[in-house]
């Protein structure tokens, strides 16, 4: 007999024989029948297995507890109980592994940290089920908005020699020996003799390769792990994080946050249209505002305003209105958490993408505007999550390019490569980044990034 997943089994009207396979989440009854919740993974539902106990011996009982893994062929009913259309009379039981008393997700209601302490099996609660196939789904959704535009899935390197932009400090990769490091005549590490014979690092980023790609295919995007070292202990930052970053060739800024906004609103859209059991867990067990929350991003368009504009707000929250913020406000400003959600939570009530920055506090490649004081970057910030997405139109002239590099004083020697973009068939072009986790925030209503990924990489934290 063939095994049927759960979700296809609570879809199937009652009258057949059918084999179930999975984890017993809960067993109760008395000395006459018991009842099993078994789950298998394909939905949040379990399905109940109803066992007579004049059918199974008693030691056989004993072994399922929760935990266990059981195969089970029976009977599909109509179920009497509450809360379940369908259930299954069980006429045999193979048990494939038991789980004894230490098994620790005995009971419900383990707090997140918790659970955070047992990675390794939290993806067998409710909340880590649903929010992994949330997460697969939204994976699709990204492969599916691009590819159904002609973009390109352009796969970049993780191990590189350039420090892409500055975005943050990052990994090295070395295959030398720590305990006895080659040195030159200098003092310094001689990396000469080192795997790549120079030193490289994990990617913050995939852009610069990505803009390459731009330049031949037009519109390309990347989806894959990024690397950023810094030391940030914060409920929105990962060591390790996964980012979607299309670019493409003859977008400029506007055509680009066009894109981000319809990004956004089709990966929004999937999940309700496709994950409504999952959400709706989620929204009735941890933040009853979640279904609304993601129907009202839908709805609106997102607020566009300037930088500037965006700070005269501020200013005049802290002046007249009696908000007070942790970090300072004023013009030049690198804006802080609270900055964005004040104005996103707050004074709009929608997502904001704010443009036009200081150059200072944004990356080199970001096209001057002709004020010449700020650049054409685009954040995307988003209620309860700050930014998530950033972005720019890229600097297409040569000449303006390698001025900001030699004013910044950055190294260009591992940059060539790059800059051959703008010296051969430069054209204007655009992308961004989306922080494919702070996508999953907003839509699972999780407020710790650690928990919507599987093994969370974050600093003295790389178990499992
Ligand atoms: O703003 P960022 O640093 O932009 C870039 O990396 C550009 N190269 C993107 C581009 O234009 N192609 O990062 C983009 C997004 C952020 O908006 C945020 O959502 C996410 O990546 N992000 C992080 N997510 C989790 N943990 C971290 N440490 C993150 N740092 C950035
Ligand atoms: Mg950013």
């Known amino acids: 007999m063939k095994r049927l997943k759960v979700k296809e089994l609570l879809a199937l009207e009652p009258g057949c024989d059918v084999l179930a396979k999975g984890w017993v989440r809960t067993k109760r009854g008395n000395k006459n029948v018991s009842f099993i919740a078994l789950n298998d993974g394909s939905t949040i539902n379990n399905i109940q297995i109803v066992c007579d106990a004049v059918k199974f011996d008693e030691e056989l009982m004993k072994q399922i507890g929760t935990g266990a893994c059981i195969a089970v062929k029976g009977r599909l009913v109509a179920s009497m109980g509450s809360g379940q259309a369908v259930e299954i009379q069980a006429d045999e039981i193979e048990v494939y592994g038991t789980a004894d008393a230490t098994y620790p997700l005995q009971k419900k209601g383990h707090s997140m940290e918790f659970l955070r302490e047992i990675a390794h099996l ?11 196939r949330i997460r697969h789904a939204m994976a699709f959704a990204i492969h599916d908005f691009f590819n159904s535009k002609g973009f390109c899935y352009l796969h970049t390197p993780l191990i590189t020699a350039s420090d892409a932009e500055g975005a943050g400090a990052m990994f090295q990769v070395t295959t030398l020996d720590l305990d006895n490091v080659p040195k030159t005549e ?3 590490v001689d990396f000469s003799s080192d795997f790549f014979g120079r030193q490289t690092s994990l990617t913050v980023s995939g852009q610069l390769e990505g803009e390459l790609g731009a330049m031949a295919l037009g519109d390309i995007y990347t989806f894959g ?17 996964w980012m979607i970053e299309p670019e493409m060739a003859f977008y400029d800024i506007k055509d680009n946050m066009d894109l981000a906004e319809e990004f956004i609103k089709h990966c929004v859209r999937y999940a309700l249209d ?12 941890f933040d009853k505002e979640l279904i609304a929350r993601l129907q009202g991003v839908l709805k609106d368009s997102f607020v566009r305003l300037t930088y500037t504009e965006g700070i005269k707000i501020l200013e005049d929250a802290v002046a007249n209105k009696g908000v007070k913020f ?7 400003i690198d804006l802080q958490s609270e900055h964005e959600r004040y104005l996103v939570e707050q004074h709009f009530r929608k997502p904001v993408i704010l443009t036009d920055y200081p150059k ?6 970001m096209k001057m505007n002709d004020d010449g004081k700020t650049v054409r970057a685009m954040d995307v910030l988003f209620p309860k999550i700050g930014e998530i997405i950033g972005g720019s139109q890229r600097e297409e002239s040569l000449e303006k390019l390698e001025k900001v590099i030699a004013d910044r004083k950055m190294d260009t020697r591992n940059l060539w490569w790059y800059l051959d973009t703008r010296r051969f068939g430069t054209a204007p072009h655009s992308g ?3 922080g494919f986790e702070r996508l999953l925030m907003f839509v699972t209503g999780m ?6 990924i599987p093994f969370p990489r974050t600093p003295k934290n790389a178990e499992f």
Do not use: Q
């Open 274 to 285: 496709n994950c409504a059991d999952d959400i709706k867990f989620l929204n009735d067990m």
């Open 432 to 434: 961004f980044g989306l």
């Open 186 to 188: 200098d003092g310094k």
């Open 122 to 132: 939290r993806p067998r609660t409710n909340t880590f089920g649903a929010v992994l």
């Open 360 to 365: 200072e506090i944004k990356a080199f490649y």
């Open 447 to 452: 407020t710790n990034i650690r928990d919507v």
């Open 326 to 332: 942790e970090y300072p406000v004023g013009w030049g």
């Open 225 to 241: 792990p990024t690397f950023r070292a810094e030391n940030s202990n914060t409920p929105r930052h990962l060591a390790e994080f």
